[in-house]
């Protein structure tokens, strides 16, 4: 599902570089060679090795290292790998830019489905964490530590 989600991003989003994170308890040359053989344009592909940062880690805490990003991309975006692109994410990207906003959040569908919401818990250690599939930052508003993001952020709208 992800090298399927990568190629349409690659298709509608040709202006665009990606950033993969690889997560560190897995073979990183290996699964990094498996997806540039199944892409076509290589030019604009960045992989770094994802980091544990806490006990207990799971997939969709790799969200948090999109600090690695920063010093080359801004606004740094965020995309789940299994969301599948149907259009250039770079015209969005530009009026989040301009907009002056730190963030964007678009959130995932399974945070409205009755199971998930009815089951979810609060904590480190539980199975199930409310989550966003696509997300846009300011590079200048992402802590490199992870520590101390600003209590009050601006958040854009897509109209």
């Known amino acids: 599902m992800t090298i399927n989600a990568l190629q349409s ?8 570089s990606i950033g993969i994170v690889i997560p560190p ?24 090795v994802g ?11 790799h969200k948090l ?19 599948f692109v149907l259009k250039d994410l770079v015209p969005f990207a530009e009026s989040f ?7 964007a959040v678009l959130s995932d569908h399974v945070n409205r489905d009755q199971l998930f919401v009815s089951n979810w818990e609060d904590g480190p250690d539980k199975c199930f964490v409310p989550q ?6 300011r590079s200048d508003m992402i802590p490199n530590d992870l520590e101390g993001l600003a209590p009050s952020i601006p958040i854009f709208q897509a109209s």
């Not at 290292?65 to 789940?80: A, K, L, S, T």
């Open 9 to 16: 991003l690659q298709k509608h989003t040709p202006r665009g």
């Open 25 to 48: 308890d897995k073979n990183f040359d290996q699964i990094k060679e498996l997806i540039l053989n199944s892409l076509v344009n290589h030019d604009k592909i960045h992989f770094v």
């Open 51 to 61: 980091k544990i940062h806490f006990e207990n880690w799971n997939p969709t805490q």
């Open 65 to 83: 290292d999109i600090c690695m990003f920063c010093q080359q991309f801004n606004p740094v975006i965020w995309i789940d790998s299994d969301v």
């Open 97 to 103: 830019f301009e907009s002056k906003k730190a963030m």
């Open 132 to 137: 966003a599939c696509y997300m846009l930052f």
